[in-house]
């Protein structure tokens, strides 16, 4: 479990993790189940800064939002 504070409109929260080899994380953020109107992207960068995987709102049926969640795999040891 991790958590973030916004100070201000256009804020960012980093955390890092160390990972190895094949470790399966599943990423979810949840604002409107705290009553924040914070709107998340979630980003995964690779050791190497590289971008690898990206979650933002999405549409379910009927209108209603999901927030954004991802699943991934670590490709290499190192801090994600």
Known sequence: FLQGVFAV???K???ALDLKKGQ???VRGETRTVSSAADLELVVL???GKEIARADDTNRPGGALDEGSLSFSAGADGVY
Do not use: E, N, S, V
């Open 24 to 26: 399966r994380l599943l």
């Open 9 to 11: 409109a256009g804020d």
């Open 13 to 15: 929260d980093h955390f």
């Open 46 to 48: 690779d050791p190497m």
